[in-house]
């Protein structure tokens, strides 16, 4: 139901996001990195099953909503995680569908971002962006510490460390913010839209790693929405470029690594 589709990968390290394309489905996920001592299922394990699962459970009779809850479900048997553990890997979800009846179903659980870009030349821009609200004093810290050319050394990943310890005592619970992990019910707090297709141009998806440098760096969404899949990894990779040329140490643009991995898609309606 699009009619054309461009994306573009880089991962880096980590290599936890993933990308989805199904035939009228398209989906990011990011999963969380371990700064800590790394558990038994990865980041990316965790975002590659539940993936997997979202495109099984996908039924266009259910909200957006149930199917995630039915992926996770199946997700967590599969691995073998226990429910609700506050250790377990988690994700973001970015996903849009679209529907009989000419319409775009959007749904956003933790913070990759979706834009949609209508045809009057407007942009709509989705993220959840609740754990960022939160305002961890870890947060704050490391970002500050590498402002000042802290750089990316041991001390840095203690902080990580520490701000990944309070953010597991808040994650899925009210008062502190939801995500996709061992909590199905999470699901029902993800942010969801409906749309009409005819005032679509196209929707982007992507991940925190293409996001955030291509803000410091002035990119549009338009400009983004243009390219084609070989110039999309074109972009990334000369994001990744000044993330290590220009700005190596996170004074520019503080952020957790100095490469996260990246994921982009577009999708034209």
Not at 87 to 93: G, H, I, K, L, Q
Not at 151 to 162: A, I
Not at 231 to 251: F, H, I, K, N, Y
């Amino acid at each position: 139901m699009f009619s054309r589709i461009a994306s573009a990968q880089l991962p880096a390290n980590s290599d936890d996001d993933r990308l989805l394309v199904a035939s009228d489905t398209v989906a990011v996920l990011d999963g969380a990195s371990a700064f800590g001592s790394p558990g038994r299922v990865s980041g990316g394990a965790f975002a590659e099953n539940l993936g997997r699962s979202l495109v099984d459970e996908m039924d266009e009779s259910s909200s957006l909503t149930t199917v995630l809850v039915l992926a996770l479900r199946k997700t967590i048997a599969m691995l073998g995680l226990p429910f609700g553990s506050p250790d377990a890997p988690s994700s973001t979800v970015a996903v849009i569908r679209a529907r009989t009846g000419g319409f775009l179903d959007l749904l956003a659980l933790g913070d990759s971002t979706i834009v949609l870009g209508y045809r009057d030349g407007t942009q709509e821009i989705i993220c959840d962006d609740r754990l960022e609200r939160l305002g961890l004093p870890q947060s704050g810290a490391y970002r500050s510490r590498l402002q000042r050319g802290g750089g990316y050394n041991d001390e840095h990943r203690e902080l990580l460390v520490e701000l990944q310890q309070e953010q597991r005592r808040r994650r899925n619970r009210p008062g502190g913010y939801w995500i996709a992990s061992t909590v199905p019910e999470a699901s029902r707090h993800a942010i969801t839209m409906t749309r009409s297709m005819k005032a679509l141009s196209w929707v982007a998806l992507a991940t925190d790693g293409v996001t955030d440098p291509l803000e410091a760096l002035g990119y549009s969404w338009p400009e983004v929405a243009a390219l084609n899949s070989n110039e999309m990894a074109d972009l990334l990779s000369r994001l990744q470029q000044w993330e290590a040329e220009t700005d190596p140490c996170g004074v520019v643009l503080p952020r957790a690594k100095r490469h996260d991995d990246k994921t982009l898609i577009v999708a034209a309606v």
